[in-house]
């Protein structure tokens, strides 16, 4: 048996799984589980049983002697080597699809930031590893994922179309978050929201505080925004109201349209006591926009969210909006996939998550012959916007 003051005195041990940094050594070779199992006295199974954190049948005294050698030469196992041997990779890939028109940055929307966040935590803590990849082409998405050795992926953001190319090429368990996609496609479960509940109930919200000029605000009309559409819909159904298309407002969110739009959207307030926009972050830049301009929230209008994120509460008044749990979602996303690749098959294929509505300071309440008067006094601020022109560009304030 080789004794450490022998190794030391050698300076040299064989190459295998493992790094050596250290110093003692030259950074020539590395030190193997062997090596260390023969300088300890012990099996080479008990040495990589505390490595790899499986320590329920082994001595704490002899977890404590392993783990100071592993500290002492700086040991870091050798994934590949180990991924070889396990025929996986302990690698989660995680890609997402967004509009070029609407971010340069991802993640600097709080529910993607949060989102990530979420998913990166609970992959590390189940000792995964997270390869991510965003764009707007599902073409280059694929030809990304494809070469990824991964063993199960995560996706979000993609429409019923993007996945169906997507799963005609990569067969590993995948997971949606925030898909809407036909159960014809097998093999896969979608993590999602009540959204068509949440834009249900805070629209009916709006209307029991007396509103009925009602603009709903998105960017799209599809996927989420659509459904979430659809509760507001149904809502006014309740209230026997219909919903006008001018009620419709589609934002234009990129660098070079969202000026123009969000100046349109300003002349058009004197038509609505309340708006009720598919994001936190679309509703907190209108209310910085109106407000900059001279329109007092709620006074003169009320805006609602959806998300509940760190803007909606930060930002003054505080926004009424619809809770979601963003970090639960990441969480029961790598749940599913992790039993997926261990072969665990589901019958609840689409699981949504319950929303809850929180009410704030963004939302008055009117009477109901002031109903139909639009944004109060809001003919005299945009008759000022007239004055100042061009002068009135936004200062890119998005909370």
Same mark, same amino acid.
């Given at each position: 048996m080789l004794?450490?003051?022998?190794?030391?005195e050698r300076g040299? *041990?064989? @190459?295998? &799984?493992?790094?050596?940094?250290?110093e003692l050594f030259g950074g020539q070779d590395m030190i193997t589980i062997k090596d260390m199992a023969e300088m300890l006295g012990i @099996?080479?199974?008990t040495v990589s049983n505390v490595i790899?954190?499986?320590?329920?049948?082994? !001595?704490? +005294?002899?977890?404590?002697?392993?783990?100071?050698?592993?500290?002492?030469?700086?040991?870091?196992?050798?994934? !590949?080597?180990? &991924?070889?041997?396990?025929?996986s990779?302990?690698?989660?890939?995680?890609?997402?699809?967004?509009? +070029?028109?609407?971010?340069?940055?991802?993640?600097?929307?709080p529910f993607f930031g949060e989102l990530i966040g979420a998913l990166e935590a609970e992959i590390r803590a189940q000792g995964y590893f997270m390869m991510i990849y965003t764009s707007n082409d599902i073409s280059e998405i694929i030809r990304n994922v494809l070469t990824w050795n991964v063993d199960g992926l995560i996706l979000v953001g993609m429409?019923?179309?993007?996945?169906?190319?997507? +799963? @005609?090429?990569?067969?590993?368990?995948?997971?949606?978050?925030d898909s809407y996609a036909s159960r014809e496609i097998m093999n896969y479960v979608n993590i999602g929201l009540e959204d068509e509940e949440g834009a249900y109930e805070i629209t009916r919200y709006l209307l +029991?505080?007396?509103?009925?000029?009602?603009?709903?605000?998105?960017?799209?009309?599809?996927?989420?925004?659509?459904?979430? $559409? *659809?509760?507001?819909?149904?809502?006014?159904?309740?209230?026997?109201?219909?919903?006008?298309?001018?009620?419709?407002?589609i934002f234009h969110p990129g660098t070079v349209e969202r000026e123009s739009s969000l100046r349109e959207l300003y002349y058009r307030v004197k038509n609505y006591t309340a708006f009720m926009c598919c994001s936190d972050?679309?509703?907190?830049?209108?209310?910085? $926009?109106?407000?900059?301009?001279?329109?007092?929230?709620?006074?003169?209008?009320?805006?609602?969210?959806?998300?509940?994120?760190?803007?909606?509460?930060?930002?003054?008044?505080?926004?009424?909006?619809?809770?979601?749990?963003v970090t639960k979602k990441g969480r029961l996303a790598v749940e599913y996939l992790l039993k997926m690749i261990q072969g665990t098959e589901f019958s609840e294929w689409d699981v949504k998550l319950p929303i809850e509505i929180v009410i704030r300071d963004s939302v008055r309440e009117i009477r109901q012959e002031d109903a139909g008067d639009g944004a109060a006094d809001s003919k005299d601020v945009v008759e000022k916007a007239d004055v100042c022109g061009n002068c009135c560009n936004m200062d890119e304030k998005e909370a």
């Open positions: 004794r450490l003051d022998q190794v030391c040299v *041990l064989r @190459s295998g &799984s493992g790094v050596l940094r250290s @099996s080479t199974t790899h954190g499986k320590t329920s049948e082994v !001595s704490q +005294k002899t977890v404590e002697r392993v783990e100071k050698l592993l500290d002492k030469y700086e040991y870091v196992p050798n994934i !590949s080597a180990r &991924s070889l041997s396990q025929n990779s302990k690698i989660i890939g995680v890609a997402l699809k967004c509009r +070029k028109d609407k971010y340069a940055n991802l993640f600097s929307d429409l019923h179309d993007d996945f169906i190319r997507i +799963k @005609s090429r990569y067969k590993n368990p995948t997971v949606l978050i +029991k505080m007396g509103h009925r000029r009602i603009a709903f605000l998105a960017d799209n009309m599809e996927g989420v925004d659509y459904t979430r $559409y *659809l509760g507001h819909l149904r809502a006014l159904a309740d209230y026997g109201l219909e919903m006008k298309e001018e009620n419709l407002l972050y679309y509703a907190v830049l209108l209310m910085n $926009y109106f407000m900059d301009r001279g329109i007092r929230i709620p006074e003169d209008l009320s805006i609602t969210g959806f998300d509940n994120n760190l803007m909606s509460r930060v930002v003054r008044p505080a926004l009424t909006t619809v809770r979601q749990d």
